[in-house]
Structure formats: C-alpha cells, structure tokens
C-alpha cells in the first residue's frame, strides 16, 4: 500500500488545549504530521487521512524536550479555529 506523509508549520497565536493533551500548551508555531494512504484501484490518485501528529514540548521537568502525541484533525481545526477568534490583546 503507498503510504505518504505531509509536514507543516502550525502557528497560534494565544495559549491553547487539545483534548488529547491534559496541560495548556504555549503559543507559538508547532510542526504537524498527516499521514495518508493511496485508496487503491481508483483510476486518478486519492489518498485518505490515517493518522494526525503533532509535536509539542514536553511537560515539566523534561526541559527542552519535544514529544510527538496523535491527535483528531477535526480536534486541530477546532484549535485553530478557537485561536482564530480570540481577540488580539493591544
């Protein structure tokens, strides 16, 4: 099975939650993985969502670190989207 992975930037603006991850995460640009697989015999090239990553720090006391948690993209979208509509402070 043909298998491919996407990788973008991710920024937000304000503090932000996923369900999937129980502390407040700081804004900032986070790096988001979508692998997808080929859906076999169809006559043009498609491919469907199997998997949704993102990489966050890591909680106290871990320091500098980084760790890569899956996540819901429709749970992304409703993040960026919340993060879209809160007000800018100023």
């Known amino acids: 099975m043909t298998t491919r992975s996407r990788r973008e930037s991710i920024t937000f603006k304000h503090p932000f939650r996923l369900t999937s991850i129980d502390r407040l995460l700081p804004a900032g640009t986070y790096d988001v993985v979508t692998d997808e697989e080929m859906i076999e015999g169809l006559s043009f090239a498609s491919y469907r969502r199997t998997a949704t990553m ?8 871990h320091g500098n670190s980084m760790e890569m ?15 879209a509509s809160v007000p800018d402070d100023g």
Request: glycine content about 4%.
């Open 54 to 61: 993102i990489t966050v720090p890591c909680a106290p006391p």
């Open 69 to 83: 948690i899956s996540i819901g993209s429709i749970e992304l979208s409703d993040a960026q989207r919340i993060d």
